[in-house]
């Protein structure tokens, strides 16, 4: 699970950095943390200011005495990774007591990347959307939906395949066409029957 927790002794170092810096008006040093805290040895504090500063809830700069400070930590959400969107069984949508069941994998996402709607998450296997700066081993975070209106960037299972796929959609009468972006590749024609929307991408997470 890629989620950034805090084990009880950094949680313990925090809060008494936070109550150091109201009292007195300026950070603390490691010698001030380690008895405050009560921890065996400076080296122990050293670890876990590096690590508190690894995931962004401390900043120190190595050239000023007592440069400790608390970052405020933006209002983050896990979202589930419910697997790959390629050719296989079909992804179900999720709702609030699923999620958790049919995932993965968990992110941790910033509240505001995502919003307030049902969102989750697929890997994407394939290069079907390059040109849309999609590429295989990206994640797609997805909102929930069982429709789309014409040039969205949807995941549909097609039902005679038992096949689920990443393209965008347009709707022609009786007709889905799902296109590609990629020069390589042509489009996809479906009966409109045939085609069940899974959900529409909201966001790209590009791997490294």
């Known amino acids: 699970m890629r989620k950034l927790g805090l084990n ?20 603390p040093t490691i010698r001030d943390i380690l008895k405050g805290c009560t921890i065996s040895s400076t080296a122990v504090v050293q670890y876990h200011l590096d690590v508190l500063e690894k995931e962004g809830r ?13 970052s405020e930590k933006k209002a983050s959400v896990m979202i589930p990774v ?9 992804i ?3 709702n609030s007591d699923n999620w958790s069941s049919q995932a993965v994998d968990m992110l941790e996402l910033p509240q505001d990347m995502v919003g307030k709607k049902p969102v989750f998450a ?18 797609v975070l997805m909102e929930a939906a069982d429709s ?15 096949e689920v796929t990443l393209k965008r959609f347009f709707a022609k009468k009786d007709k889905v ?18 085609v069940e929307i899974q959900g529409k991408v ?7």
């Not at 809060?15 to 009292?23: E, P, T, Y």
């Not at 909201?202 to 490294?208: A, D, E, P, S, Y």
């Open 148 to 162: 789309a209106v014409n040039g969205e960037m949807v995941a549909v299972w097609l039902k005679d395949r038992e």
């Open 92 to 94: 179900p949508v999720p």
């Open 58 to 70: 401390i900043h120190r700069d190595p050239e000023i005495f007592r440069s400790i400070r608390l």
């Open 177 to 194: 066409i799902l296109q590609p972006a990629n020069q390589t590749m042509k489009p996809i024609e479906q009966r409109a029957d045939n």
């Open 8 to 27: 009880s002794t950094r949680e313990n170092i925090l809060q008494f950095i936070h109550g150091f810096i109201d009292k007195r008006g300026y950070s």
């Open 82 to 90: 419910l697997g790959t969107i390629a050719a296989g069984s079909p």
């Open 202 to 208: 909201i966001g790209v997470i590009r791997k490294l």
């Open 122 to 139: 697929l890997k994407v296997k394939g290069q079907s959307m390059i040109d849309a700066l999609i590429d295989d081993g990206d994640i």
